[in-house]
């Protein structure tokens, strides 16, 4: 097994906080710096699983940065540098509380949500009649927000989400135009590579000047799921799983071992042979995503490169 980095302790010069999510560290610096750390660590259900995925945390910041470099042009993002394979650096911003989620198919949670007889989605319709993977008419908005209590994603309408206050509705509109441009960019740039852009999400932020800017991470496989383009139609056809690109396939095999983050329940055992088998996936969805060959850094002393780069990043500013 390679090293990998699940937890970080670094004093940088200026830090003023850090910030801990499922996968990444947010180190905070004087001068409105942010120092953004890509771990390896692996969370489906709103629950980081015990072991690392070798890459895991490089793979991610490589396409969120490719990506975010593929839409500058449409939509400002938060990004300045990444001086390290699993770093980024950006500007701070107070990041807005919803997920903007959006679906071109009826995929993972909408799907869930659908054959327990739901069809209101985030107070949008889902048409009648359709099964699993469809393709929706138009792409559906279905924004999330974070629960005040615990780490869970909760669906919220638009409509709830400008009468209690989350966001304004100058803002809110702001951030599904933003979404939508993203996602026609994002489906573009996958109808290239071969695959179909299923469903994703983006997070915003607003900088201190006021300006809405992307933040975090986009178009990765812990944010978007994908499907093979080639045979979409005839296994829908046929009512054949479509084949993904996504963390989907560590959910799957979490529900067929009896988990999916409900309380008293346990994760599965991860033996290192699973782990290892999960690192490769996410390097074929690397390669696939991105169309380039994925090159592994030097993991021997992952913790002190990371350290080193960012020293001498902010050493040279």
């Known amino acids: 097994m390679s090293n990998t980095i699940t937890d970080t302790n670094f004093e940088f010069p200026g830090q003023q906080s850090v910030y801990k999510g499922k996968v990444r560290e947010v180190y905070r610096l004087e001068n409105d710096l942010l120092v ?8 489906a259900f709103d629950v980081v699983m015990p072991k690392g ?25 938060w990004l300045l540098a990444t001086p390290d394979p699993n770093v980024a650096v950006g500007v701070a911003c107070e990041p807005f509380k919803v997920e903007m989620v959006i679906r071109g198919y009826m995929s993972g949670h909408a799907a869930r949500e659908y054959k327990a007889g739901k069809r209101l989605l985030c107070g949008v319709p889902m048409p009648e009649g359709m099964i699993e993977n469809d393709k929706f008419p138009a792409p559906i908005i279905t924004p999330a927000t974070k629960a005040e209590k615990g780490d869970h994603d909760e669906d919220i309408s638009r409509e709830e989400i400008l009468s209690r206050g989350i966001v304004s509705e ?4 702001q951030l599904e135009d933003y979404t939508r441009k993203l996602f026609q960019r994002g489906t573009e740039i996958a109808a290239e590579r071969g695959l179909i852009l299923v469903d994703t999400k983006y997070e ?3 900088t201190k000047d006021g300006k809405v800017v992307l933040i975090d991470e986009i ?16 296994r829908q ?3 054949e799983p479509q084949k993904q690109l996504s963390k989907e396939f560590v959910r799957q095999w979490l529900i067929s071992n009896g988990f999916q983050g ?14 290892e088998t999960v690192s490769e996936r996410y390097i074929e969805l690397y390669e696939n995503i991105t169309g380039e060959t994925f090159l592994k850094a030097d ?19």
């Open 36 to 43: 953004m750390i890509a771990t390896d660590r692996l969370s």
């Open 53 to 77: 995925i070798p890459y895991k945390g490089q793979i991610l910041n490589q396409i969120a940065t490719k990506m975010m470099k593929d839409t500058e042009d449409l939509v400002p993002n």
């Open 170 to 173: 100058e803002d809110y509109v």
């Open 204 to 206: 915003f932020g607003k």
């Open 219 to 234: 178009h990765t496989p812990d944010s978007s799921r994908y499907f093979y383009a080639e045979g979409y139609s005839e």
């Open 237 to 239: 056809e046929k009512g």
């Open 262 to 275: 409900l309380e008293g329940q346990e994760v599965p055992f991860m033996s290192d042979e699973y782990i």
């Open 299 to 317: 993991v021997s002393e992952i913790q002190q490169r990371i350290e080193r780069n960012v020293l001498n990043y902010l050493a040279a500013l």
